[in-house]
């Protein structure tokens, strides 16, 4: 098999269209020869439209059933033995096709270094443990990708905590809520915690390729609404994650940086007491925003609970002005702020200090 071959069938990224026949007749082709299969190392297929077959059949009369094209992808995928990089569809409402992709991963078939799974795929993190428990030594990373969910707070930020001392852990969702839609078009991308200071997040070309393939529209890769996450006293760590995200994307226009707050004293009002620490460590951030300043508009700081809950920090109005003041001389592309007290400002040349209450 020639090198030319070779190198055509190690990236698989394909939108898997039930009434283009040309898309479902790859399958059977991979299917049918094992040898091409063994030759693909990282496997992005998609479905067009959750597999709405009905609806194709109504409309192009020959298309094939939902069962035997994800029959087939299963087929494919058990023959791809070199397969290291692997983003698993997102067929709505098909549990079983799950299981079965769950239990291919478990046999240990093809060794992952990288895994994007849907969250509603991983079968309880107790199943997809037991899935993975295979690749150890080589998964470096897992990305959960979400429908029509925002924000990951609670549950869901706790769950992921569960993967994140092993691996570089991340979140995509294509929602975007009411408040930001005017804002940003672009999917949510969310950094998924940085809980360790010798984490991998971001720290490698590989987990920025898997949050780039994560995303459904490739078109919107050029301006994702990124949400980074980590524990306030690792806050060091997000220059380097805004260096490797800048670099990665062309444009970075709406970003979220949330702090995950130590023990702390909560006012009557749930508001937290003034934080020295606190406020310094917003200041360094700050100042790593020259990295996305070029194209970031949007800019929202947050104080969390370690259980996933808003923490609103208490800062005083010269320490919210300083802030500003950081903020226009660092990032002067910016022309929305949250500030960690939940204060909404907006760029304002008519303003004593150039920001106004939104």
């Not at 070199?82 to 992709?101: A, E, K, W």
């Not at 709406?254 to 620490?277: C, E, K, N, Y």
């Given at each position: 098999m020639s090198a030319s071959e070779a190198a055509l069938y190690e990236n698989m990224s394909t939108l898997i269209d039930p009434h283009e026949p040309c898309t479902v007749e790859l399958l059977r082709m991979l299917a049918r020869q094992p040898r091409k299969a063994a030759l693909v190392r990282s496997c992005y297929m998609t479905f067009c439209r959750d597999l709405d077959v009905i609806f194709a059949r109504r409309k192009f009369g020959r298309s094939p059933p939902a069962p035997d094209v994800l029959s087939l992808y299963r087929d494919v995928l058990v023959r791809m033995v070199?397969?290291?990089?692997?983003?698993?569809?997102?067929?709505?409402?098909?549990?079983?096709?799950?299981?079965?992709?769950l239990q291919i991963i478990r046999s240990g078939v093809f060794k992952l270094k990288s895994l994007l799974i849907p969250g509603e795929a991983s079968g309880g993190f107790a199943a997809l443990d037991e899935a993975v428990a295979s690749h150890a030594g080589t998964l470096r990373s897992i990305g959960f990708m979400y429908s029509r969910i925002g924000t990951l707070t609670g549950d869901r930020l706790n769950s992921l905590t569960h993967f994140a001392d092993r691996y570089s852990t991340f979140a995509v969702s294509d929602y975007v809520d009411s408040s930001q839609s005017a804002l940003s078009s672009g999917p949510a991308v969310y950094l998924y915690p940085i809980l360790d200071a010798l984490s991998p997040v971001c720290d490698t070309d590989l987990y920025m390729r898997n949050i780039q393939h994560a995303l459904w529209n490739r078109d919107e890769t050029t301006s994702p609404w990124i949400v980074i996450t980590c524990l306030q006293q690792l806050h060091f760590v997000i220059p380097r994650v805004l260096q490797h995200l800048a670099a990665s994307f062309s444009d970075v226009t709406?970003?979220?940086?949330?702090?995950?707050?130590?023990?702390?004293?909560?006012?009557?009002?749930?508001?937290?007491?003034?934080?020295?620490?606190s406020f310094s460590a917003w200041v360094a951030i700050i100042a790593s925003l020259a990295a996305v300043e070029r194209s970031l508009t949007i800019l929202v700081l947050a104080s969390l609970l370690n259980e996933g809950q808003s923490d609103e920090l208490f800062l005083n109005e010269d320490e919210e002005r300083e802030l500003l003041r950081h903020i226009a001389t660092r990032c002067r592309s910016v022309r929305i702020v949250t500030l960690p007290t939940g204060d909404e400002y907006y760029l304002d040349s008519a303003a004593k200090d150039g920001w106004s209450v939104m």
């Open positions: 070199n397969l290291s990089t692997l983003r698993v569809p997102m067929p709505t409402g098909r549990h079983t096709f799950y299981g079965d992709i709406s970003l979220t940086i949330q702090l995950i707050s130590p023990a702390s004293t909560v006012t009557d009002d749930h508001v937290r007491a003034r934080d020295t620490d």
